[in-house]
Nanobody
Framework: QVQLVESGGGLVQAGGSLRLACAASGRTLSSYAMGWFRQAPGKEREFVAA????????NYADSVKGRFTISRDNAWNTVYLQMNSPKPEDTAVYYC???????????????WGQGTQVTVSS
């Protein structure tokens, strides 16, 4: 079983940038497709982005397409979410997730991290 730990959250101004990281331990990250989700106060957790085990395939929620980029470095067992031009509505707890495929991690991940808070000020 892989364990996931997110980092990099914090306060960022709208229009700025922030990079989240998710470090894996217990098993090599290259065994998994990876994803990012978020949950805002009073809302359900929602899909943000996913990437295949080798980085060859990625997909994004429409709300972040063109602003956020998911990437991975299997040598460092880490997956990233680069957040450019964030908006106040991007404020949420961001969760890293692992799964067998891009489709499965986007819908029913096998493993979750504990989350990291991102707050975007206007």
């Amino acid at each position: 079983q892989v364990q996931l730990v997110e980092s990099g959250g914090g306060l960022v101004q709208a229009g700025g940038s922030l990079r989240l990281a998710c470090a894996a331990s217990g098993r090599t990250l290259s065994s998994y497709a990876m994803g990012w989700f978020r949950q805002a106060p009073g809302k359900e957790r929602e899909f943000v982005a996913a990437i295949s085990w080798n980085g060859g395939v990625s997909n994004y929620a429409d709300s972040v397409k063109g602003r956020f980029t998911i990437s991975r470095d299997n040598a460092w067992n880490t997956v990233y979410l680069q957040m450019n031009s964030p908006k106040p509505e991007d404020t949420a707890v961001y969760y890293c997730a692992a799964g067998e495929s891009v489709y499965s991690v986007s819908h029913t991940p096998d493993t979750w991290g504990q989350g990291t808070q991102v707050t975007v000020s206007s």
